[in-house]
Nanobody
């Protein structure tokens, strides 16, 4: 089982930047697909970005295209979400998740096996 630990959340002004990290604390970094989801109060958990290592593919939801970038560092067993030009509507708890293999429904939270505890991102003046 994968153990995922997110960090990097916080309070930032509109237009600012944050970088979230998600570390896999297991001995092997074996999940081929990892992703970020977010959940605002009273809302469904929604897909943000995914990265598939073997296919060298990344996916983003439309609302973050050009602003958020997902990346992976195998040596550190960590994925990142670089968030630029943040907006108040980006405020949410951000969750890291993983699955062993790619799934065409990468945007669907039900296909993922393991989740981190979440990190709060608040965008406010």
């Amino acid at each position: 089982q994968v153990h995922l630990v997110e960090s990097g959340g916080g309070l930032v002004q509109p237009g600012g930047s944050l970088r979230l990290s998600c570390a896999d604390s297991t001995r092997t970094f074996s999940c081929d697909t990892m992703a970020w989801f977010r959940q605002a109060p009273g809302m469904e958990r929604e897909f943000v970005a995914a990265i598939n290592w073997s296919r060298k593919t990344t996916k983003n939801t439309y609302s973050v295209k050009g602003r958020f970038t997902i990346s992976r560092d195998n040596a550190k067993k960590t994925i990142y979400l670089q968030m630029n030009s943040l907006k108040p509507e980006d405020t949410a708890v951000y969750y890291c998740t993983a699955r062993i293999r790619w799934n065409v429904q990468y945007w669907n939270n039900r296909v993922y096996d393991d989740w981190g505890q979440g990190t709060q991102v608040t965008v406010s003046a």
